[in-house]
Structures are given as C-alpha cells and as structure tokens.
C-alpha cells in the first residue's frame, strides 16, 4: 500500500505541473527543481545519518541501501512543491502575511508527513518531531525562493521561434 501512496504521490505531481506551470515559466521551475535538490538531500541525508528520522519503505527499495533519504520526497515531491511556493508567491503582501504563506505550505506538508509517519511505513521518527520538519521545510522554501529571487533578476527574456 505504501508504494502506491508514493507512486500516486508522484503521478500527481507530475500532473500538477503539466497543469499549473505556464510554458513560459518551465525555465524558472527548472531553477527551482534543482536548486532545492542542492538543499534537500544533504539535509535528508544528514537527518537519517544522525538517526533522527528513517524512511524504511522506498518506491525502488534497492536504491535504499545507498541512499537511506526519501528518494522520492527529497528529490522530486519537495521540489515540485517548491516550484508552486515561488511560482505563485504573493510579492506585493506585508510580512505577517508572507510568513503566513511560508506556513500554509509548510505546514500542510507536516500534516501529511505526521499523517503518513502516524499510519505507514514510508517515514519513521525516531529523535524528530513535527516541528522540525515545519522548521525545515519553511527554511528550505525561504533559501530556495531567494536564491531564485536573486536568479531572476539576471534572467534575460529570449524569443522563441
């Protein structure tokens, strides 16, 4: 059952992005996808490293034993979220309104992830907490979305033939 969730979790992603990403904003969700893989898995790794949290079911299991981080959180729904998070965000909001922001999308993953460590097996705290991953999770969407702030501004819009 949970490679499934996994495996549904990806589809939708997916979808989600062939949906709510507009052609011409492919380039910037490339900088995000990719520079929040540059966060996430030395982070993840750190975290299972030091014992805190365990991913004990994985889509591709044999990748596990090299890679004990969440292959499929890390390096794929994470990021995707984050393209959602910059793509969408409010500029022109006071900041009690964009920390506001910052934990609607932090904290509607914590749920999901408090929900799956609760009735799966796909995430395993040991020594974390929810609010370690509210933390984490709002950190890396705040350093992801101002490297890209600072990305863009150095864009230059190029013609399509």
Do not use: C
């Not at 090299?66 to 793509?87: D, G, H, Q, R």
């Not at 009690?96 to 749920?111: H, N, S, V």
């Not at 709002?138 to 864009?155: A, G, Q």
């Amino acid at each position: 059952m949970e490679r499934w969730i996994v495996a549904g979790s990806l589809l939708l992603s997916i979808i989600s992005l062939k949906k709510l990403v507009p052609s011409e904003k492919w380039r910037d969700a490339w900088i995000l996808f990719l520079f929040l893989q540059v966060i996430t898995w030395p982070a993840g790794l750190f975290a299972v490293e030091m014992g805190w949290i365990d991913y004990p079911t994985q889509l591709l299991p044999q990748a596990n034993k090299y890679n004990k981080t969440s292959f499929s959180f890390e390096f794929f729904i994470f990021p995707i979220v984050a393209i959602f998070f910059s793509l969408y965000y409010p500029y022109k909001i006071k900041r009690l309104k964009a920390l506001l922001y910052y934990l609607y999308f932090a904290g509607f993953f914590t749920f999901l992830e408090v929900i799956l460590e609760k009735y799966t097996t796909l995430v395993e705290y040991h020594d974390w907490k929810w609010y370690w991953t509210l933390l984490t999770v709002m950190i890396s969407l705040f350093i992801n979305h101002k490297y890209y702030f600072w990305f863009r501004k150095r864009l230059i819009k190029v013609k399509s033939l």
